[in-house]
T-cell receptor, first 111, second 112 residues
Framework: KQEVTQIPAALSVPEGENLVLNCSFT??????LQWFRQDPGKGLTSLLL?????REQTSGRLNASLDKSSGRSTLYIAASQPGDSATYLC??????????FGTGTRLQVFP | EPEVTQTPSHQVTQMGQEVILRCVPI?????FYWYRQILGQKVEFLVS????????KSEIFDDQFSVERPDGSNFTLKIRSTKLEDSAMYFC??????????FGPGTRLTVT
């Protein structure tokens, strides 16, 4: 069964810290992996998408990597800010468009 | 920047009633999706839609659910006879190339 998990479930860090969020998937035949941000009671904002042929993608202070052989993706956030506080979700697609989501990591960045 | 929009933002209905959730995908997008998120749980795929047909549906998407693209802009999800367990946040998404999916803000459905 294709499953996606995220560890840790919650993370609290002081402002300015660099941090890494982890995403694991059970089936390495991944088509692409997408990272989202979700604010409380709100929709999902797409942050980065990594195709299976790529190793990483960068957008501003965010860098996402993909290692299919180990079944892992990481989201690196540099110089975290209180405005980064949100839940971060990863989601994988395989041979269809269906996104398979992880449970998310709830991030709090305190001043 | 173009956005996916959804209406209403919150819908309260009684068990057994029909509800229609509406979405306006980004205008040049070709692929459309519905997902739901029960409070405290993962976001779950419901259905994908392309070229006026369902491409894929999950086990959740039973005969009580239907989708329609009634015109060139709207994409709707209908639940014929709501149950308490249908209470969730429903998200519409779209894309043009089966790559990055763009999500709307969601409709919170509360079934009482």
């Amino acid at each position: 069964k294709q499953e996606v998990t995220q560890i840790p479930a919650a993370l609290s860090v002081p402002e300015g810290e660099n941090l890494v969020l982890n995403c694991s998937f059970t089936d390495s035949a991944i088509y692409n992996l997408q990272w989202f941000r979700q604010d409380p009671g709100k929709g999902l904002t797409s942050l980065l998408l990594i195709q299976s042929s790529q190793r990483e993608q960068t957008s501003g202070r965010l860098n996402a990597s993909l290692d299919k052989s180990s079944g892992r993706s990481t989201l690196y956030i540099a110089a975290s800010q209180p405005g980064d506080s949100a839940t971060y979700l990863c989601a994988a697609t395989y041979n269809t468009d269906k996104l398979i989501f992880g449970t998310g990591t709830r991030l709090q960045v305190f001043p | 920047e173009p956005e996916v929009t959804q209406t209403p933002s919150h819908q309260v209905t009684q068990m057994g009633q029909e509800v229609i959730l509406r979405c306006v995908p980004i205008s040049n997008h070709l692929y459309f999706y519905w997902y739901r998120q029960i409070l405290g749980q993962k976001v779950e795929f419901l259905v994908s839609f392309y070229n006026n047909e369902i491409s894929e549906k999950s086990e959740i998407f039973d005969d009580q659910f239907s989708v329609e693209r009634p015109d060139g802009s709207n994409f709707t999800l209908k639940i014929r006879s709501t149950k308490l367990e249908d209470s969730a946040m429903y998200f519409c998404a779209s894309n043009w190339d089966r790559g990055r999916q763009y999500f709307g803000p969601g409709t919170r459905l509360t079934v009482t």
